[in-house]
Structure formats: C-alpha cells, structure tokens
C-alpha cells in the first residue's frame, strides 16, 4: 500500500482559498497512491482561533467541494485533514473528512479531545463524541486529530473497532516535537498498529509548525519521516504486517483493565 502524506506549509500571506486550489493540486499530483492524508486545519491553521469563527464552514462546504474533486480525479482515498465546521445548529467542530476514490464522503470524524486548557479551541469548538472507523480495500482506518495523539483510551476503542491503521492529521507545534515523535511510537507499539501521523509547516498565528510527519509500522520502527517544511512524505507499507504482529506477539490478547465488565453471576 503506498501512502503520501501532504506536509503543506500554512502560512498568513496565503489565503484559505488559494490554500485549498494549491492543496488540490498536491492531492493531484499524487496519482499512484492508494491513500493521500492532509494536516489539521490547514486552510486557517491550527492555532489562529480568531479565525475560526469567521472561516468556518458546513460539512458540505468550499473544503468538501476542493477535496471531494481532487480524490475522484486522482483516484485515490484522500483523508483531506480537518476544517472549522460549522454544525446546522451553529455550533463549530474541529472536523476530518474522508474521501473515497469516487470522491464522496467516506466518513466524518470530529475532535473529542479539544486542546487549549479552557482557551483557544477548547472554548470555541465543540468536542466530538463518536470514534470513527473507515474501512479501505486494504486495511481498516481509525481517526483522531493532533491533541487525540495523547489519550490512548481513544486508540484502543479504534482498535476494538477494527483499526489497523492510525490516521492522525495535527498541527503540531515545534516546542513539542519530540512529544509528537514519542508519541506516534507509542501509539504504534501499544496498538499494534501502523501510524500514520500527518503534520503542517509553515507558522500557525507566530507558533512555529513541527512538521516532521511521520509513519511508524506496528513494531515501532519509524519507516519514513518528514522535515521541518512543506514536502510530501510518500512510504508503501504492508497492511498485513498487523495481523502478523499481532499473532506473533499477541499482547493484546492479555488486557484486562479497559475490558467491558463481565456480567455478574
């Protein structure tokens, strides 16, 4: 399976519509692969909340259009990142659209966990309630976003659902880069699971971007990773290394604490 991750550059003297025409045209590029992920919030950036309410957009929206139109003339599934959604009851969610090769909508996921400790998107945006799951030819998607990436409780609900790779779009900010490289790893290894963990460049509202995507099979070993700017990450990779993982060192299979209670007798 071959995976290309877009590190596209967010940058203010960009404007969100020449992003999406200049994102489209990376997704095109890309013709060959068989999944194309994008950042989170790459068309205002993660950390210019002012912006969000302003630029927000219904599921359906501008975003949708651009994306929806780049996977089916590529002819690839497309994790298009996530935008400011604006819900019909006008609340506003950090959501991620998933496209297949025809160009509909897949799946929709929205934030649970929101960053910004009662600041920022903590504030502005409602959480997410509902994990979600995207089932390809070739393996099972499970979805989070940036701040998700430290909440493992989230992954192993993914993985109960069948996710066998981790799709994580962020806007991850520099001072914490090695966060972000530990916990890709983390998530790999606990999962055993592939990660596939997409990041920006570029600087978010004078927070300077990690970049520095990465892919990480399920034994932990980091088999590609971007640098600091804008560039696609493209890796192939064997979905079925998770079943083998998981029957030659079948720790998952040892859980107990997070297991549903049997009933009493």
């Excluded at 003339?73 to 298009?80: E, F, K, R, S």
């Amino acid at each position: 399976m071959r995976a290309s991750l877009i590190q596209i550059a967010v940058n203010e003297d960009e404007t969100p519509e020449a992003r999406r025409v200049r994102a489209a045209a990376l997704v095109r590029e890309q013709a060959g692969a068989d999944l194309v992920v994008l950042p989170e919030l790459w068309t205002t950036g993660a950390f210019a909340f002012d912006d969000f309410e302003a630029r927000a957009e219904p599921l359906t929206g501008p975003t949708h259009e651009a994306m929806a139109n780049a996977a089916s003339d590529t002819g690839v599934w497309l994790h298009a990142g996530s935008v400011p959604e604006r819900a019909p009851d006008g609340v506003l969610y950090n959501t991620s659209l998933v496209f297949s090769p025809s160009g509909d909508l897949a799946a929709s996921y929205r934030k649970i966990h929101r960053f910004g400790f009662d600041k920022g998107e903590a504030v502005l945006m409602g959480a997410g309630r509902e994990p979600v799951t995207v089932r390809l030819p070739e393996t099972s998607l499970g979805l989070a976003t940036c701040y998700d990436l430290r909440f493992p409780e989230l992954f192993r609900s993914l993985v109960d659902a069948g996710a066998e790779t981790l799709v994580i779009p962020a806007g991850w900010p520099e001072r914490r880069r090695a966060h972000w490289t530990l916990l890709a790893q983390a998530r790999a290894v606990e999962n055993q699971a592939f990660v596939l963990a997409c990041g920006t460049a570029g600087t978010h509202a004078g927070v300077p971007q990690a970049g520095h995507s990465i892919v990480v099979d399920p034994w932990g070993e980091v088999l590609a990773e971007a640098g600091a700017g804008e560039e696609v990450l493209t890796v192939e990779f064997d979905p079925a290394k998770v079943a083998k993982t998981r029957e030659q060192f079948p720790a998952l299979k040892d859980r107990v604490m997070g297991l549903a209670a049997p009933h009493p007798r």
